[in-house]
């Protein structure tokens, strides 16, 4: 298989995944996060959309509504956590100001 990347060079795709696998790895632990918290937030706004459709139709969903508001306890305070992670790798990152 080959692929052809946006320089116009097309590469196999063993070398693809390996030169894939090298820019994951540059990635670093904030970054990381950043893209958790947001992430995080696309959860909850589609686990919140969940929640109405389910409401408007309760006598045949219910059982999609209990299980969304579980879902949207567990999500909310994954999100405080990261949030509070990313907080954190920004006061180390900046030197501690």
């Given amino acids: 298989m080959k692929i052809t990347i946006p320089s116009g060079e097309t590469i196999t ?3 693809y ?3 894939w696998k090298q820019g994951i790895q540059k990635v670093g632990i904030l970054h990381q ?3 958790q918290v947001r992430s995080t937030w696309i959860i909850i706004i589609g686990i919140l959309a969940g929640l109405v459709i389910s409401a408007i139709n309760f006598k045949t969903l219910w059982w999609l ?3 969304l508001c579980g879902a949207l306890g567990n999500t ?3 999100l405080i956590s990261l949030i509070q992670k990313k907080n954190l790798l920004d006061s180390l ?3 501690g100001e």
Avoid: W
């Fill in 76 to 78: 909310s305070v994954q």
């Fill in 17 to 19: 995944l390996s030169r």
């Fill in 33 to 35: 996060t950043k893209i």
């Fill in 13 to 15: 795709g063993k070398e």
């Fill in 93 to 95: 990152e900046g030197g």
């Fill in 65 to 67: 509504f209990i299980i």
